[in-house]
């Protein structure tokens, strides 16, 4: 038996009568920035689901292409943050930690969080066991301990591939939040048969891969988007706190003609007051112990679909 | 549930530094700061394509930007990719003269042949010609047998080694395709550098079975290609991408060493009269600016190799 709806949460309207959420420090949005830090390998063993490349063996464009970021794109981003007093929440396939040790060095020592986005992104959950997919999560986990000595608390699935057990394995192993699911934009609680699970709201939309190579706009047209986007949600904010995340990949938003207007859109958003730069990590806490039941007792169950 | 096979968790190649050998793992920015020549801080490499597509294209292992769309005989595209051969280079030379701007062509052999006198007006005017190979639908793959592209790249080599005072130096693969072998071949073919990888903003140094080879930083972003036919964005949008990516480098420059400014232009498309003045208004902002070096490929390159 296949899902119909995946049940992983309730129905809560975004009305008056939603609970309220307050950030620290009486913020209205709170702000965090997702890098994807990625790894694609040029011949990875192949999933029947998913091939890993849109080009025969050796795709040298799609992989020279991903390898630029990690060579000039991340190290132009990660000026632009610094410059904003941005912290990074690095979506991470940890193999990265191996590969490319300083670019994991210079994230942990500005005190970004590193959570994990699989082990490569050209190795899919689709079609694992849960012994398997169980092997992926705790290499993450190990990983990520070793190599910055932080706990892992997030999970973004590599390359948005799934099981039907990904949620309830990655909450029964102990992480605290997901990235997989669009479906709100503020935290909302998922229903996992083990431990406690919140979705933080990611984006696609805000994501400069939907943005560049799905949508085709411009990089100055993306600054835009990102700076009415949170105008909105700064506003909605006043009454209860929203979360705006911008979903990166430095391949993309690294090169030289896209990081102005970025860089332009980045100081727009903390340039102001009431914004609370966050970690994927802190906001996953925060609602957790302020706001994660208040949510739970106000959602209605799904009604059955005819 | 079978679940995947073992060696679907395994992971044989995860090690520092790359998952192949064709290039050492590198960063940008901590590499040692190159000097441009009279202390230039942007390298201006521009690099129009030019192009010749069989109206019967096979499109095999797949279709080339810029390929044939319609059912056979698709005479509106083939004609509109011919119209960059005939017009729109010649129109785009007037304005590189005027600007005295050095260019690099990449020439499918075919456009030599049929074109004699396209090829001419290129090296008279001191232009440095990089192989495109034999022609738009001859690609370079895995699975096309190594005699095979081993003969396309010679065909190709051939026809531009018998022009007088002609040197070959570069290689870019139609489509940027390549096989396992293609780097091997050209090195051994006595190409110095290639123009298929995207993964930098300068040169690197790359392995082959027959010893070293550069890697050039030939775009795919800062090309009109991409952002004008495939993003649909317009000349204007054009024109300021391509100033922004030069603002961007020549910031950099300052504190970080030469940069290498690469455009990838196609005259069926920049070549059309109302498009051709977005391209001059973007290359007049760069040549207007103090230390910008107008360059070719073997220019650029040799200076860079110098100092590794």
């Not at chain 1, 049940?7 to 975004?14: A, E, I, S, V």
């Not at chain 1, 080009?55 to 970021?69: A, E």
């Not at chain 1, 994990?116 to 992926?136: C, D, I, K, L, P």
């Not at chain 2, 059912?71 to 003269?97: A, K, Q």
Request: charged fraction near 25%; glycine fraction near 8%; charge should be negative.
């Amino acid at each position: 038996m296949t899902w119909r709806d995946p049940g992983l949460y309730d129905y809560l309207p975004y009305d008056e009568k939603r609970p309220r959420i307050t950030w620290p420090n009486g913020a209205r949005v709170a702000f965090w920035v997702a890098p994807n830090i990625e790894f694609y390998e040029i011949d990875p063993p192949r999933n029947p689901s998913r091939g890993p490349w849109g080009k025969p063996h050796p795709d040298v464009v799609g992989y020279s292409y991903r390898d630029y970021g990690n060579r000039a794109g991340f190290w132009r981003m990660l000026e632009a943050f610094d410059r904003c007093g941005m912290r990074g929440s690095v979506s991470l396939n940890v193999a990265m930690c191996e590969h490319h040790p300083e670019i994991i060095e210079e994230c942990a020592r500005r005190g970004w969080e590193l959570y994990s986005h699989g082990t490569y992104n050209t190795r899919y959950m689709f079609g694992m066991t849960e012994a398997q997919e169980r092997e992926v999560i705790q290499d993450s986990i190990d990983t990520i301990r070793k190599h910055t000595g932080q706990k892992l608390d997030g999970w973004l699935a590599p390359a948005l591939t799934y099981t039907e057990r990904t949620l309830d394995l990655v909450a029964d192993m102990g992480l605290s939040y997901v990235c997989d699911l669009f479906h709100d934009d503020q935290p909302s609680p998922v229903k996992t048969k083990s431990g406690t699970l919140v979705s933080i709201p990611y984006s696609l939309e805000m994501n400069d891969v939907i943005a560049y190579n799905v949508n085709l706009v411009s990089p100055r047209a993306y600054g835009d988007i990102i700076k009415r986007q949170f105008d909105r949600l700064y506003e909605e904010g006043e009454h209860s706190g929203t979360v705006m995340c911008i979903p990166l990949h430095p391949y993309l938003v690294g090169w030289p003609y896209r990081m102005k207007a970025f860089e332009d859109a980045l100081r727009h958003i903390t340039g102001h007051d009431k914004v609370w730069l966050a970690t994927g990590r802190e906001i996953a806490q925060h609602f957790i112990a302020n706001h994660m039941a208040d949510f739970a007792r106000a959602s209605h169950k799904v009604g059955a679909a005819p | 549930m079978t679940g995947m096979p073992p060696e679907y968790l395994q992971y044989r190649a995860r090690k520092y530094g790359m998952d192949h050998d064709r290039y050492d793992w590198s960063i940008l920015p901590r590499r040692k700061k190159v000097e441009w020549p009279g202390g230039a801080r942007v390298a201006l490499w521009v690099m129009p394509a030019l192009e010749w597509f069989p109206i019967d294209m096979k499109g095999k292992p797949f279709k080339p930007p810029g390929a044939m769309q319609t059912s056979y005989p698709d005479l509106r595209h083939y004609t509109l990719r011919d119209y960059g051969n005939r017009v729109g280079i010649w129109r785009m030379m007037r304005s590189f003269d005027r600007m005295g701007i050095r260019v690099t062509a990449a020439m499918n052999a075919a456009v030599a042949t049929r074109y004699p006198a396209l090829l001419e007006a290129c090296v008279a005017r001191g232009w440095e010609i990089v192989a495109n190979g034999q022609d738009m639908d001859h690609l370079h793959y895995e699975g096309l047998p190594v005699e095979d592209e081993r003969r396309q790249v010679a065909t190709t080599l051939e026809v531009f080694r018998r022009v007088p005072g002609l040197k070959v130096r570069g290689w870019l693969s139609p489509a940027k395709s390549q096989s396992k072998a293609t780097l091997d071949i050209v090195a051994e073919a006595g190409i110095e550098y290639c123009c298929d990888w995207v993964n930098d903003d300068m040169p690197y140094a790359m392995r082959t079975a027959h010893g070293p080879l550069v890697a050039m930083p030939h775009p795919i972003d800062i090309d009109d290609h991409t952002i004008l036919v495939q993003n649909h964005h317009s000349d204007d949008e054009f024109r300021e991408q391509l100033c922004d990516q030069f603002d961007c480098l020549y910031d950099e420059a300052a504190t970080q060493g030469g940069r290498v400014m690469a455009i990838s232009l196609h005259p069926w498309i920049t070549g059309q009269p109302y498009r051709i003045g977005a391209l001059e208004k973007a290359l007049q902002h760069m040549v207007s600016r103090k230390g910008v070096w107008s360059a070719t490929g073997s220019e650029i390159m040799d200076a860079w190799k110098a100092q590794q």
